[in-house]
């Protein structure tokens, strides 16, 4: 089975602090993503990475960064975060395209005070 | 660019009554489908995918799905639905890229 897995399900943090969300998976896969998911907009794309030390921006970037320094491991950090960046946020690996599906981690319900 | 719509924020139903979750999308270019289910707190599961071949295309728990390409439509269907199929399903397409552009959701609720 793929495993998913993401280093909290809840998390609080204050205005303006630096947060990292971490995110491992166990099947080699090439690609990884990082979505944010809020009532009534389903899941958006904020980045994701086709190789280690690749990213591209999704449709909504602004306020986050990636990193991938390691196959199995994709980042996603709030430099600053904001009110507005309250969401719960999930990550995802999947193999190359028309292969297969991606596969979703339980997701980091993440609370910014 | 691809998009997703779906249809219905919200679908009551009875259970043991059929249902239908509607999904359109508009694609440039040929598309790969696919249905997942989010129960309360947890992350997503994937329900069934049309990747080619079959435009019916049978997934979990009794669900099934047809891939209509001149109505660019992917609805869900389920003939018989229990009080714990209770969950929000999302429709997703995977476009030229590999990232899926994702539906709105729609939330099941089965009544007793």
């Known amino acids: 089975d793929v495993k998913v897995t993401q280093s909290s399900r809840y998390l609080v943090k204050r205005t303006g602090e630096k947060v990292f969300l971490e995110c491992v998976q166990d099947?080699?896969?090439?690609?990884m993503f990082w979505y944010r998911q809020d009532p009534g907009l389903g899941l958006r794309l904020i980045y994701f990475?086709?190789?280690?030390?690749?990213?591209e921006k999704g449709d909504i970037p602004e306020g986050y960064s990636v990193s991938r320094e390691k196959k199995e491991r994709f980042s996603l950090i709030l430099e600053s975060a904001s009110t507005n960046q309250t969401s719960m946020y999930l990550c995802a690996s999947s193999p190359p395209r028309g292969t297969d599906t991606q596969y979703f981690g339980p997701g980091t319900r993440l609370t910014v005070l | 660019a691809q998009s997703v719509t779906q249809l219905d924020s919200q679908v009551p139903v009875f259970e043991e009554a059929p249902v239908e979750l509607r999904c359109n999308y508009s694609?440039?270019?040929?598309?790969?489908l696919f249905w997942y289910v989010q129960y309360p707190n947890q992350g997503l599961q994937l329900l069934l995918k049309y990747l080619s071949g079959s435009t019916l295309v049978k997934g979990i728990n009794g669900f099934e799905a047809e891939f209509n390409k001149s109505q660019t439509s992917f609805h869900l269907r389920k003939p018989s639905v229990h009080i714990s199929d209770t969950a929000e399903y999302f429709c997703a397409v995977e476009g030229s890229a590999r990232q899926l552009t994702f539906g709105s959701g729609t939330q099941l609720t089965v009544l007793p």
């Open positions: 990475s086709y190789d280690v030390k690749m990213k």
């Open positions: 694609s440039s270019v040929s598309v790969y």
């Open positions: 099947m080699d896969h090439e690609n």
